[in-house]
């Protein structure tokens, strides 16, 4: 119920939300679960495995079963959120999740009923009958439906998120009092310091503890350090989880900036959270710690929570969590909660497994050396039993555990960059505490293990000297809270499958127990064999009870079993937040040739090559489908005259003194003695041998050199090129820039090519002795620089002209004009890649790298007279291998079968079809060659040339097995002694 006065909420402020489509009330500062719970609501959700009812169980990111879904658009719907953790706005429209039929009727719950013959590792010894057919099509069918907790949006995150890279001196991970007073210190120090806490306001649990400093209540004492840190110029981010620790000073967070208001009054074009990137040079953790609780039956039922919980709803939101509210203590801090419930007119029981215990409470009935043994509800908690130096019951509507602390040690566990990056066991605490941190680390407040206020400052000041921070006052602190270690009671005597560790994912002890029998003694397997920690919380309430039981069951210590490793995120992290507004086509934006509108109004279907927009073909009226246009644009490049948009060929511009040398470097082939005004075909190699990427370069000048390299491997090539220049010959006088989008360039195909370019550039001798093949001219066009290139890729005669982008498109429409009269037709990738399969050249099907200079018949391409990039390591004896595949072509038998590109080719069609038999594979297909009248490709066989002229299949394991019989050739179909491009 909701106390009149009390806590940090605006009771002037009313909000009004809905939980599974009923309307509530709560204020501004609630959370969606202190809402909730003030109106009387227990049961949040259902459990993961055996749909058990689940109510709030912490007040923190720890929670790990009100789980709720907000919204529930297509693509609004966002799940898995932690109630306690959802910040109440005006409008909020939250769902349970995880349950068919009504939350409280849920037909799942089935699984609690034979929850005997569901235990730990149970799909491992069932699902047998009937064999794999019966997994694939009745087991694993059932078990999909049933998995997954919340439902993910079916539709693109509408929302904006971006990436911001932070830096400071020094990042103070959690905004408690002792993170805020060591993030003072340091500031004060005149060091940068950025302290970020997951929640909406800091203060940690002094917000609800009812402590004092120098007389200020705890939430106006750290809103006090607030404003003195940021007077001292340090910065503080509420609402922002840090949730990696990486390699070198990198700290990644997440920054909620606007899930906490109104829709109304959310910024749309605002990010809706920011990914920081933090790079510091030293980091105080000052993460806290987080309660646990005890093992018994019905541990899990709504209205058992965590004690501190029970507090936090009472000190930060005014709420009680129940008017006969039971603890269950082990340690000191029972009695804080105890006596802030008793002080508001609740009837409060103590329950302390300590019989030694003497410490009181006022109003409080507290019972020594006792343990609940089992709480008593099904929707709600109505009873518990409590067994010990006494037993009985107790009516109740609300039983808090106080089962100890665990320090929140996830992210100093994050690296291995120390000699022990797991964290330690402290016998006297009974609790792992961070491991030894570096001289660039140091701990503040609870995290270190300290257990009281006094202790968590003195810590804060320690962790503060160590970085040479400046001297503070230390608070009086007033109205402390007793604290102590606890008792170490992990689950009380008896607890068997109905009490549970894991309350996400439903792991008990007695699964514990059964994995330890079945030899699961390491903490890992143990840990994936139970899902113990697997859920969204990743265990942090129920692992360290685990560990424990764990080491009991197999007789070691707690020290020797361990923990399980821990990774980020901390907390889970929308995929937005990771790629900011890098997106869509803010991801991989396109990139348009200047003649894109051109071809779109005549009739270019396009398709993504790279990040560019290509032509694929060029419909025309009548023409039944894209072969068909593919087709007539091959043949009329064949027959008369083509055009193609080669804009999108990656351009370097290479120049320098040693320019020519650099590319004799790089390139397999010489380059030294290129002419100037002639161009040549170069191979690249990575460093490892194999084919990196293949193209032209020409030269200009004595020192000006112009490489174009395939589309694909643009950004690769020039990437390639820096590195090697710069950290293997920074020596080499040589500079070179990518000048792609500076140059538009088309090709001139067939046998008109030399009379359009000729049309075209009526003062230059284009004959086969003023340009012959290979051969290059700078010259103009209306005033403006214009390249022209003898050079095919489609086995006719052919010539490149490259103009400026601005001036290109008008450059088209000429050379469209002047073409009219030998018909000249636009062609595209589709056609492109016909012309190019039948006359052999490689392309990125080919050079895939996995393939060597002699895989793709290019060994004559390279130099035994110089060095460069790749030479070594292409030597290896296993390119010589005469079981490595070559290039080879095919050609289908039947006139109406097509070969399938990535099928895989065997010399029998009797099979079997698989590793042991098989050639090699397809590569590149071309559906329709005019020049075969029917389907051709190239592929990659062994001993290739022992194949000319027979019979071979290609089977697809993707097309139902189809089998395509094939007449294998060699991969020069058209023109093999280059008569046509040469003429």
Known sequence: MRLREGGLINRNRPLTFTFD?????????????????????????????YHRPRGVFSAGPEEPSALVEIDQGKAERDPNHRA????????????????????????MEANDLISRFLPAGFYYKTFFFGGLQAWYRFYEPIIRRAAGLGRPPMEADPHHYDKIYTFADTLVVGGGIAGLTTALSLARAGQSVLVCDERDRVGGAALWQGERFDGQSGAAYGDHLVAEIEAAGGRVLPRTTVFGVYDGGIYGALERCQDHLAKADRRVHTARMKYHRIQADRVVYATGAIERSVGFMG???PGVMLASAGHAYLGRYGVRVGQQPTIFTTNDGGYAVAAA??????????????????LEAEGVRVLRGVHATKAHGRMGLHRVDYGGAQSGSLTTDALLVAGGWNPAVHLTSHTNDRRQSKPVYDADLRAFLPPELVDSEAASGSVTGALGTADCLASAAAAAAKFGGAALDTPAVDEAVAVSAPKELWAVPGAGQAAFLDLQNDATVKDVGLAAQEGFRSVEHMKRYTTLGMATDQGKTSNVNGLALLAAATGREISAVGTTTFRPPYTPVPMGAFAGHHRQRDYEPFRYSPVYDWAEANGATFVEAGLWMRPSWYTQAGEADWLESAVRETRATRDQLGITDVSTLGKIDIQGPDA????NRLYTNGWKSLPVGKARYGLMLREDGFVFDDGTTSRLAECHFYMTTTTAKAAAVMAHMEFVHQSAWPDLQVAFASVTDQWGGLALAGPKSRDCLAALFPELDVSNDGMPFMGVIETTWKGHTARLFRISFSGELAYEVAVPADVFDAFWREAMAAGAQWDITPYGLEALNILRIEKGHVTGGELDGRVSMDDVGLRKMVSTKKDFVGKAMSRRTAFSD????????????EADERIIGGGIVFDSKDGP???TTMLGYVTSVAAFSPLKDRSIALAFIKNAADYHGRTLYVVSHVHNRAIIEVTAESPHFYDPKNEKVTG
Do not use: C, W
């Open 660 to 663: 020519a040398e650099f590319l």
């Open 299 to 301: 541990n899990d039922r």
């Open 341 to 358: 419930l008793a002080a508001t007119g609740a009837d409060v029981t103590l329950l302390d497994a300590r019989a030694d215990s003497r």
């Open 882 to 893: 005469p079981d490595r595949v070559k290039m080879i072509g095919l050609v289908a038998t």
């Open 84 to 107: 306690p953790m959802v910040e109440l706005y005006d409008g909020l429209e939250t769902f349970s999740q995880n349950h068919i039929g009504p939350l409280g009727l849920d037909l």
């Open 21 to 49: 489509r009923r309307v509530y009330q709560g204020y501004e500062g609630d959370s969606l679960a202190s809402a909730l719970l003030a109106s009387g609501v227990k049961l949040f959700g259902r459990s993961f495995k």
């Open 913 to 915: 079809f698989d590793h």
